[in-house]
């Protein structure tokens, strides 16, 4: 199944941004690291954090930003047992060449998508070296 051409209803739409919403939270992303990572404005974050029933459609490249925070998540709980972990390992400085030095938050923060899905490719890695 093509899991690009599946459409979502607004309702899904809006499970899966407060899902990611509290996950970023988690995570201590900033107000401003939120809305890059995510591709939303400033008034429509604020709306969603006022009001969680609040109507708001993604498009397809903010459902694909969603669903990475979300993967990216899945892919921490795999590799850690503490939970502190899980929260903390996207701020924590990652040595990792591809990291350079930054965090993976502030690499998904350059607002990219492409950044955000490499994050979560060498996030996703750790876990298959881990089991080696």
């Not at 899991?3 to 607004?10: D, F, H, K, M, R």
């Not at 969680?52 to 925070?69: H, N, P, T, W, Y």
């Not at 950044?115 to 298959?128: F, G, N, R, V």
Request: with cysteine; proline share 2%; charged share 20%.
């Amino acid at each position: 199944m093509d899991t690009a051409s599946v459409e979502l209803t607004q309702d899904q739409q809006a499970v899966g941004l407060r899902a990611a919403l509290r996950v970023l939270d988690g995570w201590g992303a900033t107000n401003s690291q939120v809305c890059s990572i995510l591709r939303l404005s400033v008034a429509s974050h604020q709306r969603v954090l006022k009001n969680s029933g609040a109507a708001i459609r993604l498009d397809k490249d903010q459902q694909q930003r969603v669903s990475l925070v979300l993967n990216i998540h899945a892919s921490l709980r795999k590799i850690f047992e503490n939970a502190d972990n899980v929260r903390g390992f996207p701020s924590f400085k990652n040595a990792n060449a591809f990291f350079e030095g930054r965090s993976p938050l502030e690499v998904m923060a350059q607002g990219d998508l492409i950044s955000l899905y490499e994050a979560h490719k060498h996030i996703d890695q750790l876990q298959w070296s881990n089991r080696a």
